[in-house]
């Protein structure tokens, strides 16, 4: 089928492009893109895609490639009643993120072929969207012998990650990278100093203190940096951080970068939009790890990501059920629902005039895309017909019992937010269109 999207207003984080325009799609991939072919737009545009079966009125709307989110828990196997692959993946068509990258950090973990074989065939038979399916890099993710990375990237896994379980043997992690290194495989690292990072519930200082809570120095991001750092030098390995949420680290991953590293860094949209002072009195839908920062912090992020410092944006989706969350701040699970708030809770950055809409999706598309090795995330003509349109200024307010997921973890819960998907496109077909 041939689609015909026109009225578009097209964000391409390619070329940098925010422009009306229009764009066809047929048998699964961008066909012609009239933004693209000024010299000839007409004639080219509409002589391919004059007998379009299905023309899509877009109404000055955004239409921009999917979202690409890594770093999403589903909790298949072992803990469903928190979200299945059928539940992530609605989810996630629902806020325009056709592709999700899933965590290995399940029950049991995804540390053997056999695993994750069964993770990719539920997540093909039950979700909309496109999954990919990270691997553990160590057994069990407790740090002391590394997975079969071979076998597993054979068996489709596109990372390797123990999630915020940190290695703290440095021999057994240098093993791992030097091993990943020869087979090419990306490394995904959570960077905090385990012991400093242990029991802590927010960032340390004042407000912490105040209310009585267990912290963590923003500096145990910085030393866990540093030492990922010296091991990617080391080794070789191709590395991506998947959260920088503090000003401190900011300087390391820069001297990183310039010194020839094939390092990359992410950051969630939760550390964006939100500061320590968000947790209020001790509300636990806002307890995240790593904590939320200092509004210094928040800002720093913000600049290293509008300038590329920092590549990406993820959901982090980390869903908890109600009893884990009910419990005094220092006793309950870490974590937030975030694939349907992703795209509203990132528009704040776009209202706040921190950054236009292809450079954020850039972060939240392109990047990921580049970092992966897909053909995705681009607006091209040839690129896959993975797209969102949205509406960046449609006001709402949240409320949490209309997710989809199946918990309901959410910060934004009644909070006033600005941007609605319209409709979600995988492989050029529907998958999701709003009410």
């Not at 596109?158 to 490394?187: E, M, N, P, Q, W």
Request: proline share 5%.
């Amino acid at each position: 089928m041939t689609i015909r999207f026109i009225n578009a207003r097209l964000i391409d984080p390619e070329t940098g492009d925010d422009t009306l325009g229009e764009l066809a799609v047929s048998s699964g991939v961008i066909i012609a893109n009239s933004t693209q072919d000024a010299d000839n737009t007409d004639n080219r545009f509409r002589g391919e895609t004059s007998d379009a079966e299905t023309i899509v009125d877009c109404m000055g709307k955004c239409l921009a490639p999917g979202i690409i989110d890594i770093g999403v828990k589903v909790c298949e196997p072992g803990e469903r009643h928190k979200e299945s692959y059928r539940s992530a993946g609605r989810a996630a068509a629902a806020g325009g993120v056709t592709t999700m990258v899933t965590r290995p950090d399940t029950s049991p973990a995804i540390d053997s072929p056999e695993v994750l074989e069964f993770a990719r065939r539920r997540a093909n038979e039950a979700a909309p969207v496109n999954v990919l399916v990270m691997a553990a890099l160590t057994k069990g993710r407790m740090g002391r012998e590394m997975t079969e990375i071979g076998f597993l990237q054979d068996a489709g896994a596109v990372a390797f990650t123990d999630c915020d379980h940190v290695i703290r043997d440095t021999k057994v992690y240098s093993r791992a990278l030097t091993y990943a290194r020869s087979l090419g495989a990306l490394v995904i690292a959570h960077v905090q100093e385990p012991i400093l990072s242990a029991g802590a519930a927010v960032t340390s200082g004042k407000f912490a203190s105040l209310r009585g809570l267990p912290g963590v120095s923003p500096m145990a991001e910085r030393m866990g940096l540093d030492r990922d750092i010296a091991l990617v030098e080391m080794t070789g390995v191709r590395y991506h951080v998947d959260q920088i949420t503090t000003a401190r680290a900011l300087p390391a991953l820069e001297r990183a970068k310039a010194n020839g590293l094939d390092i990359t860094a992410g950051v969630s949209i939760h550390h964006l939009t939100l500061n320590e002072l968000d947790v209020a009195d001790y509300r636990t839908f806002f307890k995240v790890k790593p904590p939320l920062r200092s509004e210094d912090d928040r800002l720093a992020v913000i600049e290293a990501l509008a300038d590329g410092t920092i590549d990406l944006i993820s959901s982090m989706h980390t869903p908890q059920d109600e009893e884990s969350k009910r419990l005094p701040f220092e006793e309950a699970a870490s974590g937030a629902v975030a694939m349907e708030t992703l795209l509203p809770a990132a528009m704040r950055l776009i209202h706040n005039e921190h950054m236009d809409l292809p450079t954020l999706w850039r972060a939240l598309s392109l990047a990921p895309a580049k970092r992966l090795g897909l053909a995705s995330g681009r607006l091209s003509v040839g690129a896959p017909a993975d797209l969102v349109l949205f509406d960046p200024d449609a006001p709402f307010i949240m409320d949490r019992f209309k997710l989809h997921s199946k918990s309901k973890n959410t910060p934004f819960d009644g909070a006033r937010m600005q941007g609605k998907v319209i409709s979600t496109y995988v492989a050029g077909q529907p998958v999701f269109e709003s009410e």
